[in-house]
């Protein structure tokens, strides 16, 4: 019952910067660990950053270095802020939510529909 809406992408040029956000709604225990996705056409979907409870971000190999994630947990909205775009990181960008429907349920899964990137060079 986690429903997960991103917005923020756009069409930028080479070097450019987009910060993505990602709200999430609905009624839940509570929301463990938030992280952002990417897929572009014909290609496996990747991890591109994530972050749990306690502050604590994972990044993935593609995009170190060029973006910093973060969480308003108040709000419960995850932002990415990406910089020096490239032409390969044009893909569709999906949130990931890990949530708990009550004290003791196991972890359970949601994603938002996604927001595009494009990256002209």
């Known amino acids: 019952q986690v429903q997960l809406v991103e917005s923020g992408g756009g069409s930028v040029q080479t070097g450019g910067s987009l910060r993505l956000s990602c709200a999430a709604t609905?009624?839940?225990?509570?929301?463990?660990?938030m992280g952002w996705y990417r897929q572009a056409p014909s290609k496996q979907r990747e991890l591109v950053a994530r972050?749990?409870?306690?502050?604590?971000?994972i990044y993935g190999d593609s995009m170190e270095g060029r973006l910093t994630i973060s969480r308003d947990k108040t709000k419960n909205i995850l932002f990415l802020q990406m910089d020096s775009l490239r032409p390969e990181d044009t893909a569709a960008y999906f949130c990931?939510?890990?949530?708990?429907?009550?004290?003791?349920?196991?972890?359970?899964?949601?994603w938002g529909q996604g927001t595009q990137v494009t990256v002209s060079s």
């Open positions: 990931n939510a890990e949530w708990q429907a009550t004290d003791y349920g196991r972890p359970l899964y949601s």
């Open positions: 609905g009624r839940f225990f509570s929301l463990n660990a």
């Open positions: 972050i749990i409870a306690d502050g604590s971000a």
